[in-house]
């Protein structure tokens, strides 16, 4: 959705996101990206990125690497951006700097694999997106692989280590990744954006009705929405 600010200037959104199924194994593979609101290219680096990093997952999915690389799937995003801003900066060798001006964005990318269990989530993030767990009415964050070290930077930067996030989700919860747009809103989801979200989603809505929801309307908050929610199948 994009945001209420960059309607009344005329500019594009600055979120993306890419959601797939590996029919193979039946792992719904997503990334959301949130460029950053500095980059000039802000909307292409964050189109860039999902696109570079679900197809960099499904591409080892089809290798059945496991574990799955992730290092090498930021990796892989990092690649893209550079190999992307070259044209955009009309040069072949850009700097680090030069990329980052041009293309910087957020990513928070994963997997909802089938378990005996339940569903195993894994998830990955570079840079500020937020990740909750919506049980009995709570949204629960989910925490950083590592809580006490400094937040993974965003990308064209990659931290010297990448460390996923793994959960099996409960048969009652929906998980939920999102753009600062929609986190910034939630807050401790408390408030009415909070309440608004914990009535509507324990049953799935349709696409359209999802994307009714983040046109909500609040003072201060004019940023780009963008919300992946994955529910448990009974029975899968």
């Known amino acids: 959705m994009r945001g209420y600010e960059h309607r009344y200037r005329g500019i594009p959104r600055q979120d993306d996101v890419v959601i797939s199924l590996h029919q193979a194994t039946g792992t719904v593979v997503f990334a959301v990206a949130d460029g950053s609101s500095a980059a000039t290219r802000a909307e292409l680096g964050a189109a860039i990125a999902g696109e570079a990093a679900v197809r960099a997952l499904l591409d080892a999915l089809d290798r059945a690497t496991e574990p799955l690389p992730w290092r090498q799937v930021l990796r892989n995003v ?21 990329v980052e001006r041009l293309f910087a964005t957020a990513v928070a990318v994963g997997t909802v694999r089938p378990a005996p269990d339940g569903p195993r ?87 359209i009705g999802l994307a009714r929801m983040l046109d909500f309307s609040r003072e201060r908050f004019e940023d780009d929405r963008t919300l992946v929610a994955v529910w448990p199948s009974a029975g899968r």
């Open 121 to 207: 989530v894994t998830l990955v993030r570079a840079g500020g997106s937020g990740a909750w767990l919506l049980h009995q009415g709570h949204f629960l964050p989910v925490p950083e692989a590592a809580p006490d070290g400094p937040p993974a930077p965003a990308l064209p930067r990659l931290a010297d280590t990448v460390e996923p996030v793994e959960f099996t989700l409960p048969p009652d919860a929906v998980f939920l990744v999102g753009s600062n747009g929609f986190g910034g809103p939630l807050g401790d989801g408390t408030g009415p954006v909070g309440a608004l979200f914990a009535n509507a989603l324990p049953i799935p809505p349709s696409p």
């Open 78 to 98: 990092q690649w893209h951006l550079i190999d992307h801003a070259g044209p955009e900066l009309d040069t072949g060798d850009p700097t680090p700097e030069q």
